[in-house]
């Protein structure tokens, strides 16, 4: 059987991605920064108080003290959003509010609360009664955070809510990202009906569409199509088809992989796809290939199958295709709570979930108690990661310790 790691260096290497394009910072939730960003105007943009209080020259007020407090008089109200600039001489000082441009002359704030008549008597006289610690004290400094022409967000980083506000803050009002990854959801199976109708026997309900879409989707993918098809004819070429009028970059196939007499994938694809056995479990058979530049993935049927083989191979290359930095989760190490049984010779992706109890020690177990059985939909539900077990390892013991993929 080929590894895990050998068949995601075949898909990897079938990645292309899309040229750029410039949108606005409105419309960049959830893309990828196809270059750096970089700031407009620096951050701050000028040195500004980082307190409400007085704008003073230190050393009028270096030894003031509640015992012998210094006056000083107000000759300036700088507001937020005000351009002024007022000239401070020795004994003056202004008022301002947080957020304000600092006067040129002034090289310290005084907090209202450091003084004696804090903001009820701030208009006329500054009496302070306790010394800024340093010169420069409560001052927010230009370009502290960021100097103009700096690189505020590198090129593969995901633009989330915190990123979007960097880039607003520092100018930044367009960027250039990576098009969403058009995908296309094919579910096969003569078996397969819609969630919710009557079953006669022998009939389930589709829940993989679902699933694959709403796992494209979480990965940055536009999913532009979806179907599904029987397990007789020429439905999977059908759909290829369709697929490439839309302009499809990746077309995902559940079912009709494996080695049974109605493999409908294989048979309709076998030409435009290579089906091999990996030594993962659940998920050891897959097709992969690519035709004009779109990939086209084979998962098996059993939703805890396309799930796993999903995370796996399809969403790193969804990823890679959006040229994001990182295209694995990250892993941690956690001890097993209980004891479970693993495939010989096969990497074992199994649900799990993290038990909390003791937040100190947090442990991993199966999330149901059918373990990893690929059909087990329901108990895929309660999963919030998986517990990576090496093909070499032939048994879980309470207490060993586990990789462990948080979702």
Partial sequence: MRTVEQQLELVLAQVRQRTPVTVGIDDAQGLTLASDARAVTAVPSFDNSAMDGFAVRWADVAEAAPEHPVTLRVIADIPAGSSADPAIRPGEAARIMTGSPTPTDADAIVPFEDTAGGLDDSLDTAVVQRAPRAQGAHIRRAAADTAAGDIVLAAGTLLGPRQLSALASAGIAHVEVAPRPRVAIVSTGSELVAAGSALRRGQIPESNGILLAGLASEAGAEVVLRRVVDDEGDGPAAAVAEARELDVDVIVFSGGVSAGAYEVVKQSLGESMEFAKIAMQPGKPQGFGSADGMLMFGLPGNPVSAAVSFEVFVRPALLRMQGRAGIHRPQRLLPAAVDWSTPPGRRQYLPAVIDRTD????????????????????????????????AETERVFAGDLIEVMEL
């Fill in 359 to 390: 937040p100190a020690r947090p442990v991993v177990r199966p999330a149901t108690a059918g373990g990893s059985g690929s059909h087990l939909s329901v108990g895929l539900g309660a999963a919030e990661a998986y517990a990576i077990v090496p």
